[in-house]
């Protein structure tokens, strides 16, 4: 069964950093992994994804050079390192498993219960 919980949310100013991390376990060891995130009145958006075998990343340009996608060596933990946040990065923030990273639109069959970011001007 995956099991995905968030951690590391909360309130910062713009400019500044927030390290998001995911208790994961219970996913496909050759799958991606990644991060997603829904603001209000808005779609869920895919963010950045890494492939559990190798540590390929996909990012989505919104994020590039800003996010960068993390796994710890046991593969149980996964982490979002945000820097230069804006308050347009205001949202909810969630793990996923399972993630299909491409094309305008991405996808993921297991999601994690989310963790609030807030980024105030």
């Not at 590391?8 to 991390?21: D, E, F, H, N």
């Not at 799958?31 to 209000?40: D, E, L, N, T």
């Not at 994020?63 to 390192?81: E, H, P």
Request: proline share 2%.
């Amino acid at each position: 069964r995956v099991q995905l919980v968030e951690s590391g949310g909360g309130s910062v100013q713009a400019g500044g950093s927030l390290r998001l991390s995911c208790a994961a376990s219970g996913y496909t060891y050759g799958s991606y992994i990644g991060w997603f995130r829904q603001a209000p009145g808005k779609e869920r958006e895919g963010l950045a994804a890494i492939f559990s075998q190798d540590g390929r990343t996909h990012y989505t340009d919104s994020v590039k050079g800003r996010f960068t996608i993390s796994q710890d060596n046991a593969k149980t933990t996964l982490y979002l390192q945000m820097n230069s946040l804006k308050p347009e990065d205001t949202a909810m923030y969630y793990c996923a498993a399972d993630v299909s990273p491409y094309g305008s639109t991405w996808f993921a069959n297991y999601w994690g219960q989310g963790t609030q970011v807030t980024v105030s001007s």
